[in-house]
């Protein structure tokens, strides 16, 4: 087996992304363009999606740490309209797409047209959240495209087998495809139920760090071949063990939280990037074979069938935003009035990403009787120029339109109050539970020692508070970021006493890293009060 291509892909995908964030162009985008010109280099291999390698193996790890970083509670305030875009839209989308290609395309049978609509029809919401959170989109839209980033896959998988049966000759029903899609959504949620609860046991009994982090990364995989093996939904079930395992990271011992964190960055941040470079590599495998559909016409489907996916969401969102609240009067008194702007974003963010093509490459040669898929090779490529122009136009101008729209930004400032208040509960709570426990002559501390651990909570309880006051004219620095400066600064020159003591042979390495690693954990507190 040949390495080479593998590593180059990791680290130049790796190399592009980590250039993008210093362009206004998103990552993701970056990517796509750079694979698409890759792809055409004398030399460089024929990388083809595995569907065999993307759905078991990329898919989870990507689902796991987006679900993980989701806020459950805030999930749970928006499932209808999660549930409405994760499965109603998809499913909507499904025929709409199928039925307009059918018309569109000469020959191609209706079934086969259904496939493509179920290939095509969940949008990636990777590079859209990204840009959200880049942007300052208001958090209940955030919430709502990540959740249904979530959930969607599940219900176009399923979709997708419902319709490839049909074409390939396994005699599936409308009832078939109900109790199938049913199947896969009970069983999915019912496998990410039952694991749950032990993993999270095991998770905070474990205290080997080699354990704990090789069992995080265990985690997707498990959850997602459990409820396959089933012929369950794996999506669903590494969303739901993901937001419970999210939801409870808390109960974790710190430094396992640290560690995964470092590790689960890293891994998105490399499965994420190549991803996105695959997605452009693949532009001669899509074209090789394209036969009589080659030209003009190949050109005229592809365009048409990408306006047809665009107007399909609008025509998905808008109603599924409006109706609940004319026909409820429930709803119109719980939620505020949405205005047209928080549905045309979303409508917008419609971009299809790797699980469209993933899908696309599992279609199998032949069906019944060995004769060959109907129009496979165009069905490729139609999910490809699908995949790139959602990518492409809505990618480079959703940006912009949320800058235009001008949509509220965040309040800092009540944020900053809402989180000083939060700090002054706690440290009052703290400050009670030590004053009982410095009372049991079993922890008697000497003054000092118990007055540093007031001050401790004295100094957390303040630094939020220094965040709302004057700035140093100098620096333009507040009193709290001069302190964390300074601090970092103290930190920094023990550190370099300690390597000079070890350079000198006052210690040795095993005592280094003891040292530099509790500095290490004082500096990662110091940031992550820096927020």
């Known amino acids: 087996m040949d390495v080479m291509p593998l590593l180059l892909l990791v680290a ?48 989870p790890p990507l689902l796991y740490t987006s679900a993980t970083d989701s806020s459950y509670l805030d999930l749970r305030a928006q499932l209808r309209p999660v549930a409405l875009l994760s499965v109603g839209y998809v499913l909507f989308a499904t025929f709409a797409v199928g039925w307009a290609a059918y018309l569109l395309v000469p020959g191609l049978p209706l079934t086969a047209a259904l496939v493509l609509g179920a290939v095509v029809a969940p949008p990636d919401a990777v590079a859209a959240t990204a840009v959200a959170r880049r942007v ?22 399923t979709a997708y087998k419902v319709a490839l049966a049909v074409v390939v000759g396994e005699g599936a029903s409308w009832a078939g495809g109900i109790e199938e899609f049913l199947v896969a959504a009970v069983g999915g949620v019912a496998a990410g139920l039952i694991l749950m609860a032990p993993l999270h046991w095991l998770r905070t009994h474990l205290k080997e760090p080699l354990l704990q982090n090789t069992l995080s990364l265990l985690i997707p995989f498990v959850a997602y071949a459990s409820a396959e093996q089933f012929h369950a939904s794996g999506v669903l079930a590494v969303v739901v063990v993901a937001l419970y395992l999210g939801h409870r990271a808390w109960e974790v011992d710190f430094a396992t939280r640290l560690q995964e964190e470092a590790v689960w960055k890293m891994v998105a941040f490399v499965l994420e990037s190549a991803v996105f470079a695959l997605i452009g590599l693949q532009l001669p495998v899509v074209l090789r074979g394209l036969g009589a559909y080659e030209g003009p016409d190949a050109a005229w489907y592809a365009f048409a069938l990408f306006l047809v996916v665009v107007a399909a969401r609008f025509l998905w969102v808008y109603p599924a935003t409006f109706l609940p609240r004319a026909l409820s009067a429930r709803i119109r008194a719980r939620e505020d009035n949405p205005t047209w702007r928080g549905p045309f974003v979303i409508a917008w963010a419609g971009m299809r990403g790797v699980v469209s093509l993933a899908i696309a490459f599992s279609i199998p040669l032949t069906v019944e009787h060995g004769e060959p898929f109907p129009q496979r090779n165009l069905i490729l490529f139609l999910t490809f120029t699908t995949v790139i122009g959602t990518l492409v136009v809505q990618g480079l101008t959703l940006p912009p339109l949320i800058r235009m729209l001008k949509f509220p930004g965040p309040d800092a400032q009540a944020a900053t109050l809402a989180e000083a208040n939060a700090q002054a509960q706690a440290s009052r709570v703290a400050e009670e539970r030590l004053d009982a426990l410095l009372a049991d002559e079993r922890n008697a501390l000497p003054p000092p020692l118990a007055d540093r651990l007031r001050n401790v909570l004295e100094r957390r309880r303040n630094a939020v508070w220094e965040r709302l006051g004057q700035v140093n004219p100098v620096t333009g620095e507040t009193v709290d970021d001069t302190y964390r400066r300074l601090s970092r600064e103290m930190i920094s020159a023990e550190r370099e006493m300690f390597v000079r003591l070890r350079d000198g042979r006052y210690i040795d390495d095993e005592m280094l890293r003891t040292l530099l690693r509790r500095l290490d954990l004082e500096e990662a507190a110091a940031y992550r009060e820096a927020g």
């Open 12 to 59: 130049g995908s790796a190399a592009i992304a980590a250039a993008a964030r210093r362009t206004p162009v998103p990552a993701p985008l970056l990517l796509v363009a750079v694979g698409l010109v890759v792809s055409y280099v004398p030399g460089v291999p024929d990388y083809t999606l595995d569907p065999d390698v993307v759905l078991p193996l990329l898919l």
């Open 136 to 157: 300052g989109l208001p958090s209940r839209i955030t919430t709502i495209l990540q959740g249904e980033s979530l959930l969607n896959d599940a219900t176009a998988i």
